[in-house]
């Protein structure tokens, strides 16, 4: 349902720059690790990853390349939070002291790395937490800390707004900043088929597609806009020193 109209439109587009007849195959990994091993080893043409997937790909091989950023109101940054039950007593990340803290998948960009990342830079390591654990989906992070089994948790803004909007009795105690999704290209796909993906991509304008997508387009990007979450992957065990 979400990335149908999207291929469906890739298809065309391909099909008309191609001069051929093209049909793509979705491919949905059920791992990060899955995920970063179908691109890294070629085993599909193009993929949607996280962040933090990406960089870990673009270590494994080198060759893979950006087509394009995923825009949310035309930029290529979105936000993570660190959010908390409405009643909570928990006002500042200095109140984490000795809570229990719930994070999403081990690889995931905000879930884990820029999460840990920014509770290191705010004075908090693991060790200063009461208990943190993984729970793998940003839904499920939002659902245990509405729940009360945990005191404050990582996710994605986009994910808390869609549970505050369903019931979900949440705040924000903290918000930083994320790169957004990148669609990248396997190391050795032909040049034209690479270009005609990205054109598309850039270019598109579907609503019905980007209405699935929940995104407003898509914009250009480099493997320079990841520095910010590099960063966070390698201070990542200073976190747990």
Same mark, same amino acid.
């Given at each position: 349902k979400k990335f149908k109209p999207l291929l469906n439109v890739l298809e065309n587009s391909?099909?008309?720059?191609?001069?051929?007849?093209? $049909?793509? +195959?979705?491919?949905? /990994?059920?791992?990060?690790?899955?995920?970063?091993e179908n691109l890294?080893?070629?085993?599909?043409?193009?993929?949607?990853?996280?962040?933090?997937?990406?960089?870990?790909?673009?270590?494994?091989?080198?060759?893979?390349?950006?087509l394009a950023l995923?825009?949310?109101?035309?930029?290529?940054?979105?936000?993570?939070?660190?959010c908390v039950r409405v009643e909570s007593s928990i006002k500042t990340i200095s109140d984490l002291k000795t809570k229990r803290f719930a994070f999403g998948d081990k690889k995931s960009t905000i879930g884990r790395?820029?999460?840990?990342?920014?509770?290191?830079?705010?004075?908090? $390591?693991? +060790?200063?937490?009461? /208990?943190?654990n993984y729970l793998d989906r940003h839904d499920k992070v939002g659902a245990a800390v509405a729940s009360g089994q945990y005191d404050a948790g990582a996710l994605k803004e986009s994910t808390f707004t869609r549970l505050v909007e369903d019931g979900a009795p949440l705040r924000v105690v903290a918000t930083f900043t994320n790169v957004t999704k990148p669609w990248i290209a396997r190391a050795g796909l032909k040049q034209n088929i690479a270009?005609?993906?990205?054109?598309?991509?850039?270019?598109?304008?579907?609503?019905?597609?980007l209405a699935a997508l929940r995104k407003d387009g898509f914009v250009e990007g480099n493997d320079r806009d990841f520095e910010v979450i590099r960063q966070a992957i390698e201070l990542n065990p200073s976190f747990f020193n």
């Open positions: 391909l099909t008309r720059q191609l001069g051929e007849k093209v $049909k793509i +195959k979705l491919q949905i /990994a059920n791992t990060y690790d899955s995920g970063i890294t080893s070629g085993q599909v043409d193009f993929a949607r990853l996280g962040p933090a997937s990406y960089i870990e790909a673009k270590n494994q091989q080198p060759g893979i390349g950006v995923e825009a949310k109101k035309g930029k290529k940054r979105s936000n993570g939070v660190i790395y820029l999460s840990q990342l920014y509770l290191f830079k705010n004075g908090l $390591k693991a +060790k200063d937490l009461g /208990a943190y270009l005609a993906l990205q054109t598309t991509l850039l270019d598109l304008k579907d609503s019905k597609a």
